[in-house]
């Protein structure tokens, strides 16, 4: 399907639109800021959790294995048992020494294998232990965890709810004002927001220097600006500069149409 060509609009509307798509922006920031670190805390807490909750399965899956080894030496201790009363009723009926010191030897080889397979269960036994205690701490830590996230989720839900509303609201006005910007400059837009740490793109210049900016812009490049007719960024940041005169109609138009 082809793409839906934007209007062509002119350099002072593409202005005005990039302005109040950083004024929306701006303010999902400041929503989003609210939070604070809680939903890195839930993301980390539910990884630690999860990293956790596999060890866990894990050890379960060797007290699967270790109980099947146990199992194993009992049925195999049974059929020692076995054998060595079959070989003693033999005894009974040997026609010579030779034959019965044979049948010994069997049942004395049987026995040494009992005493292997109880000792290879109380290995198994022994590891079963130190894995119920590997086992019963992870539980614990999971439990607490658990516990932790919670609180934590039922904080974040609490602040989310207060917000959620004027967050959905702003949602929408931003598909609505980003749609009036052309592709290629919206991600330009997107590009120099994201390399900034305030998410601040578009920026009013302030006293002859870009707002937040230290570094003065040259008297001709602020003549420049305020006559509107080409994008102009600022060359220590990369914002996109804008005169204070349009920031403020925009700023106003903007509060009106959100408040």
């Given at each position: 399907?082809?793409?839906?060509?934007?209007?062509?609009?002119?350099?002072?509307?593409?202005?005005?639109?990039?302005?109040?798509?950083?004024?929306?922006?701006?303010?999902?920031?400041?929503?989003?800021?609210?939070?604070?670190?809680?939903?890195?805390?839930?993301?980390?807490l539910?990884?630690?959790?999860?990293?956790?909750?596999?060890?866990?399965?894990?050890l379960?899956?060797?007290?699967?294995?270790?109980?099947?080894?146990?199992?194993?030496?009992?049925?195999?201790?049974?059929?020692?048992?076995?054998?060595?009363?079959?070989?003693?009723?033999?005894?009974?009926?040997?026609?010579?020494?030779?034959?019965?010191?044979?049948?010994?030897?069997?049942?004395?080889?049987?026995?040494?294998?009992?005493?292997?397979?109880?000792?290879?269960?109380?290995?198994?036994?022994?590891?079963?232990?130190?894995?119920?205690?590997v086992?019963?701490?992870?539980?614990?830590?999971?439990?607490?965890?658990n516990?932790?996230?919670?609180?934590?989720?039922?904080?974040?839900?609490?602040?989310?709810?207060?917000?959620?509303?004027?967050?959905?609201?702003?949602?929408?006005?931003?598909?609505?004002?980003?749609?009036?910007?052309?592709?290629?400059?919206?991600n330009?837009?997107?590009k120099?927001?994201?390399?900034?740490?305030?998410?601040l793109?578009?920026?009013?210049?302030?006293?002859?220097?870009?707002?937040?900016?230290?570094?003065a812009?040259?008297?001709?490049?602020?003549?420049?600006?305020?006559?509107?007719?080409?994008?102009?960024?600022?060359?220590?940041?990369?914002?996109?500069?804008?005169?204070?005169?349009?920031?403020?109609?925009?700023?106003?138009?903007?509060?009106?149409?959100?408040?």
């Open positions: 399907m082809a793409k839906t060509q934007k209007a062509e609009i002119s350099v002072e509307e593409k202005l005005r639109a990039l302005y109040d798509l950083q004024f929306i922006d701006s303010r999902l920031d400041e929503i989003r800021n609210t939070r604070g670190e809680l939903p890195l805390e839930v993301e980390d539910e990884d630690e959790i999860a990293g956790l909750q596999k060890k866990s399965d894990l379960q899956e060797d007290f699967k294995e270790l109980d099947k080894e146990i199992k194993v030496r009992k049925e195999n201790i049974k059929q020692s048992e076995t054998q060595i009363e079959k070989y003693k009723k033999q005894q009974d009926n040997v026609r010579n020494n030779r034959e019965f010191e044979a049948l010994a030897k069997e049942i004395e080889f049987q026995e040494l294998e009992i005493e292997l397979f109880e000792k290879h269960i109380r290995e198994f036994k022994a590891k079963s232990e130190q894995k119920t205690e086992l019963n701490g992870l539980n614990e830590k999971i439990a607490s965890y516990e932790h996230l919670a609180h934590k989720k039922s904080e974040l839900d609490t602040i989310v709810k207060e917000t959620e509303l004027e967050e959905s609201q702003l949602e929408e006005k931003r598909k609505e004002f980003a749609a009036k910007v052309e592709d290629r400059l919206l330009s837009y997107e120099i927001r994201k390399s900034l740490k305030n998410g793109a578009v920026v009013p210049v302030e006293r002859g220097a870009s707002a937040g900016s230290f570094f812009i040259p008297p001709q490049r602020q003549v420049e600006i305020a006559l509107r007719k080409k994008i102009i960024t600022d060359e220590y940041s990369g914002r996109i500069l804008v005169d204070s005169e349009l920031a403020e109609e925009e700023r106003q138009k903007m509060e009106d149409l959100l408040n």
